[in-house]
């Protein structure tokens, strides 16, 4: 079998996290099988559509790596791959089910159709309009819908991918529209017609469909037509784990997470842990351990949580395997001297699990690094009288002059830390001597240790800004 699989989704919204799992599960199926992945956009709702939606997709998809074989922009043997410039297809299909006796006019006004409803609910029984279908069919003009008749009721039992033997009874099948007034064809008519003429063997959906199911089953079965295999994902729920994720609880769209500085391979890998197992410990994965180890036979049938704590952690060691050149490219990260950016990038690589977060340090936490600070006389003797903070500070610059260029962290620290430790404590200890050092150096109450900042700043910025303390003391 060549495996062919698709994405459709409708514009009615900007790209979730749900909408880009399905169309990441069908790509890997597809790859992985060495088959086609496409994308196809079912804009038959005209009402319901939101402007700029379609070209906010494309996007989305483009960002997180999933490239289609066939659909918009890339063409191909089934072009258009909008619904909205199939519609004579559509028709070629209702008039053969027309022909079939499958399908008839809608002979009654919405007052009549509210009619039968209420009397059904008087009379506590379910609705359905395949009791109330006319007796004799008119020819259909256009003007009115078009409807579906169930060539049987019946009990109707599929295997599902993920979730094994499914069935559903009579109270499933029930005549349903296949084209409206407007002239466009309903979801539920739309979708079998294109994955036919498209040849989908693979249709991965979210578990909201399995109640249609059945129709669907009908409807091929009145074409004479094997329908695809069904592959239905688990719901993704919210951080407890008890609901179905939400706006409430965090639910963004897909493009938020890369104006927040994430790696689309770690969202890809993100994603698919999310009602996947892998089978093994394994947390990061490239593309092409994916596309190896993915099968449905590992999709859990039980909801997965959105685990932001996963997300960050998933991130962090993507952006970690960057090298330094990427890491200021793909981080769009900028600083006054560039030479010193680069040499705070092991501080960035520790504690952003964002380029979000990354940006944020430069301009916040590590701003000292790339303006002079100004300094308050209180803060600087905040742990001993004036003259011994200098005499400190002055033993320390004498050690800094005498450092090795381009000394490491570790040998700065060797170098300074036996003066530190030969205060005595009722002198301060230690801290008498490295509090007005960074602070010397900083500014901030709040940064990164002295030998790290001297290593950043470099032998001379540093001795410059401690002579710059001895000067207000």
Request: contains cysteine.
């Amino acid at each position: 079998m060549n495996v062919r699989t698709r994405y459709a989704p409708s514009p009615t919204g900007f790209t979730h996290v749900g909408g880009a799992r399905t169309a990441l599960f069908s790509y890997l199926f597809a790859r992985k099988h060495g088959g086609q992945f496409i994308l196809r956009i079912e804009d038959t709702d005209q009402e319901r559509e939101v402007e700029g939606a379609v070209g906010h997709l494309l996007e989305a998809l483009r960002w997180l790596g999933i490239t289609w074989d066939e659909g918009p922009d890339n063409g191909g043997p089934h072009d258009p791959y909008y619904q909205s410039a199939r519609l004579p297809l559509y028709k070629k299909y209702a008039d053969q089910l027309i022909a079939a006796g499958f399908a008839y006019p809608d002979p009654y006004t919405e007052e009549e159709v509210q009619a039968f409803r209420s009397k059904a609910e008087e009379e506590k029984r379910l609705f359905l309009y395949r009791d109330h279908r006319p007796e004799t069919i008119d020819e259909w003009d256009g003007k009115r819908p078009l409807r579906f008749r169930i060539p049987e009721v019946k009990r109707y039992t599929w295997t599902d991918l993920v979730r094994g033997e499914l069935s559903a009874g009579e109270e499933a099948l029930d005549d349903f529209i296949l084209i409206k007034t407007d002239g466009y064809p309903t979801y539920n008519f739309a979708h079998i017609v294109d994955d036919i003429e498209m040849g989908i063997t693979h249709v991965v959906r979210g578990e909201e469909f399995i109640s249609s199911t059945p129709k669907f089953l009908a409807l091929y079965e009145a074409l004479d037509i094997a329908p695809p295999a069904f592959a239905t994902m688990p719901v993704i729920l919210g951080p407890d784990g008890n609901k179905k994720l939400s706006k409430r609880d965090g639910a963004k769209d897909i493009l938020d997470y890369r104006a927040e500085g994430y790696l689309p391979e770690a969202m890809r890998n993100f994603l698919a842990l999310i009602g996947w197992n892998p089978g093994t410990e394994q947390e990061l994965f490239t593309d092409e351990e994916l596309i190896a180890a993915f099968d449905f036979d590992r999709v859990q049938k039980g909801g997965g949580a959105f685990d932001e704590q996963k997300l960050l952690f998933i991130n962090r060691e993507w952006m970690r395997k960057l090298s330094d050149d990427e890491y200021v490219t793909r981080g769009e990260l900028s600083a006054p001297d560039m030479n010193r950016l680069k040499a705070a990038l092991p501080l960035l690589r520790e504690r952003a699990s964002t380029f979000s977060e990354a940006r944020a340090m430069l301009t916040e936490e590590l701003a000292c690094l790339f303006t002079t600070p100004t300094l308050a006389l209180d803060l600087l003797i905040a742990k001993g009288p004036a003259e011994s903070t200098k005499t400190h500070l002055s033993h320390l610059q004498a050690s800094i002059e005498e450092l090795s260029e381009g000394a490491t962290i570790a040998s700065i620290k060797e170098t300074l830390m036996p003066y530190a430790d030969s205060i005595p404590k009722e002198e301060g200890g230690r801290g008498a001597a490295l509090w007005p050092l960074r602070y010397a150096l900083s500014g901030e109450e709040k940064s990164p240790d002295p030998f790290t900042l001297i290593h950043i700043l470099g032998n001379a910025e540093a001795s410059s800004r401690v002579r710059n303390a001895l000067a207000i003391l």
